[in-house]
């Protein structure tokens, strides 16, 4: 009798299984049509999915290995750092994909931890991931770093950052190698506050430092000549190998990369249906995909690179070192701190889209550590700007939240034109973003390696804490 039960059983689960997945099967006359629909949103834009693939042609030459080791080490080296207790790693680490561990950074002050457990004074934004940053024409979240030409690669017309640089970074080839000067000479985020003298002062002095380690010119030595025969490294050498490490760190290759290649099956039917309504102007006015953009200049990275107001709550933490704008002292104005001009008030460039699912919150701020949230931020402003409570963020930001209605005086037409999405469709876009988008390569376990046994400096590596999950309530 049992025998013949279990017989009964297993042919039931099997006949069970075999109708849910006939049921679940894709209509391939749906599937087909999906994708035809999104393949000609990809053609309109002229979107290739070969965008890592094109890095060293953009170049101009193959990267540099040794050079980018070179790079690699400084990268985690808190020798950069004249306050001696920060590296470009505490504010990017590779356990969170070269995310910042915090919604707001902590820079100088910091208790050497990157990751939940991370303590210190906070600055004003979040730090943005360094993936992918190679094909940015612009850097930061005010835009303050900027190929003129729009091009990263193209020195052309000059790189434009805020004085006292100006223009003059535009030697370098490339816009991460001008970038690589400013952050060590950045008070609250490299530099400290003990250290006397101007931006050409600061970098001097680490320049004597890292050029006084004999490891470190040995390293320099093997891929410049001049220094392999006694001459003493320039700063240009440091922010070389800083950029060239970066050029290893192109992510690129999700599965909307791979649909776009030919590989029909890389996205979900669910994906391919949230990239449509991405896409879609009719559908969500105006589209994601005006301001997320990938054609062009954007090169695939889904975002304009312009500076928009979007009302982000603003979070202002209880333990800072700088001092926020506005006559309550609790607001970021944004791109008008650099410009000085009121109608840039609260702007901000638009975030990149690309392994958002390894990014530990969301918006220049942090605001939101949910992906759901930010989303729905974009679809709800006024609600969600006005209803923000700052219950899912750590107490030590949670001081308060900044005024709100100024901010949504700014947004009317986005409030006006934005509406909620059914949940399905909703659902859909959130998995497009969340999944499509994402490169596995981006994962930090298969960045870990890249973090030195040891540095020549002999100073500690900073202590990076694995496998951070997302907050509760997401």
């Not at 949103?41 to 030459?61: A, H, Q």
């Not at 312009?306 to 104005?333: C, K």
């Not at 499509?436 to 298969?446: F, K, N, R, V, Y």
Request: with cysteine.
């Amino acid at each position: 009798m049992r025998t013949v039960l279990s017989t009964l059983f297993l042919t039931l689960a099997i006949a069970g299984a075999a109708v849910l997945y006939l049921w679940s099967r894709p209509d391939p006359a749906v599937d087909a049509a999906l994708n035809e629909a999104l393949m000609e949103k990809l053609r309109i834009r002229g979107y290739t999915g070969l965008i890592e693939e094109s890095l060293e042609e953009r170049l101009g030459r193959a990267v540099d290995l040794r050079l980018a080791d070179v790079g690699r080490f400084l990268f985690f080296d808190p020798v950069l750092s004249l306050a001696g207790d920060n590296s470009c790693s505490g504010c990017h680490g590779p356990n969170v994909s070269f995310n910042d561990s915090r919604p707001i950074s902590i820079g100088v002050g910091n208790n050497g931890v990157v990751g939940p457990g991370r303590r210190g004074p906070h600055n004003q934004r979040r730090a943005p991931s360094l993936i992918n940053a190679a094909f940015y024409p612009r850097l930061m979240w005010d835009s303050r770093f900027t190929s003129t030409s729009f091009d990263p690669f193209n020195n052309a017309l000059g790189f434009l950052f805020p004085d006292p640089e100006g223009g003059s970074l535009s030697h370098m080839d490339h816009l991460l190698g001008a970038q690589a000067f400013t952050p060590v000479v950045n008070r609250v985020e490299m530099a400290g506050f003990q250290f006397a003298g101007d931006n050409d002062a600061m970098r001097d002095e680490i320049v004597q430092r890292v050029n006084a380690i004999a490891e470190y010119r040995r390293l320099f030595g093997e891929v410049f000549a001049d220094i392999r025969g006694g001459v003493s490294l320039r700063y240009e050498h440091i922010a070389l190998a800083l950029a060239e490490f970066q050029f290893t760190l192109i992510r690129a290759d999700a599965p909307i990369d791979r649909f776009a290649r030919g590989e029909a099956d890389a996205m979900t039917a669910d994906q391919k249906r949230g990239a449509i309504i991405f896409f879609t102007p009719d559908v969500i006015p105006p589209s994601c995909g005006e301001c997320h953009k990938v054609d062009a200049y954007a090169n695939e990275m889904f975002s304009d690179f312009e500076p928009h107001v979007l009302a982000v709550p603003q979070v202002l933490p209880a333990f800072r070192n700088m001092r926020f704008d506005g006559p309550g002292e609790d607001e970021d104005y944004g791109l008008e701190q650099q410009t000085g001009n009121e109608a840039d008030r609260y702007k901000f460039r638009t975030s990149p889209l690309r392994n958002l699912a390894f990014q530990p919150a969301f918006m220049h701020n942090g605001a939101y550590v949910c992906l759901e949230d930010a989303v729905r931020h974009h679809l709800e402003v006024y609600d969600f700007a006005r209803s923000y409570e700052l219950d899912k963020l750590d107490p030590d930001l949670r001081a308060s939240v900044g005024p709100v209605e100024p901010m949504l005086g700014s947004v009317q037409t986005l409030i006006d034109a934005s509406r909620p999405l059914p949940d399905e469709e909703f659902d859909q876009v959130l998995d497009f973003v969340l999944n499509a988008l994402t490169d596995p390569g981006a994962h930090p376990d298969s960045l870990r390696a890249l973090v030195p046994a040891s540095l020549p400096s002999g100073l500690p590596l900073h202590h990076f804490e694995w496998g951070i999950q997302s907050p509760k309530g997401c």
